[in-house]
Nanobody, 117 residues
Framework: QVQLVESGGGLAQAGGSLRLSCAAS????????IAWFRQAPGKEREFVGR????????YYSDSVKGRFTISRDNAKNTVHLQMNSLKPEDTAVYFC??????????WGQGTQVTVSS
């Protein structure tokens, strides 16, 4: 199993920044990707971006491309989501998820991000 713990959420003003972290433990050697998702009230869960666990390749949704950056701290088995130029529509609960392949996924508990206008 893989355990994921998100941190770093909170309140920011529009145009501001926040950095989320996702600390992984357990069978981290089996992780293929770490992805970030978000879910706003009354909306479906939305893909934000992902990073290859064994490298640095990243992929982002169009809604965050150019504003959000995903990086990995190898020594700490932690993935960061740097969010800049925040907008009120970025308000959501943010989740990280570990993809181990073959449909085997693990999720964190989520962290709230609120952006005020």
């Amino acid at each position: 199993q893989v355990q994921l713990v998100e941190s770093g959420g909170g309140l920011a003003q529009a145009g501001g920044s926040l950095r989320l972290s996702c600390a992984a433990s357990g069978r981290t050697f089996d992780i293929a990707y770490i992805a970030w998702f978000r879910q706003a009230p009354g909306k479906e869960r939305e893909f934000v971006g992902r990073i290859h666990w064994g490298g640095t390749s990243t992929y982002y949704s169009d809604s965050v491309k150019g504003r959000f950056t995903i990086s990995r701290d190898n020594a700490k088995n932690t993935v960061h989501l740097q969010m800049n130029s925040l907008k009120p529509e970025d308000t959501a609960v943010y989740f990280c998820a570990a993809d181990l392949g073959s449909g085997n996924n693990y999720w964190g508990q989520g962290t709230q991000v609120t952006v005020s206008s």
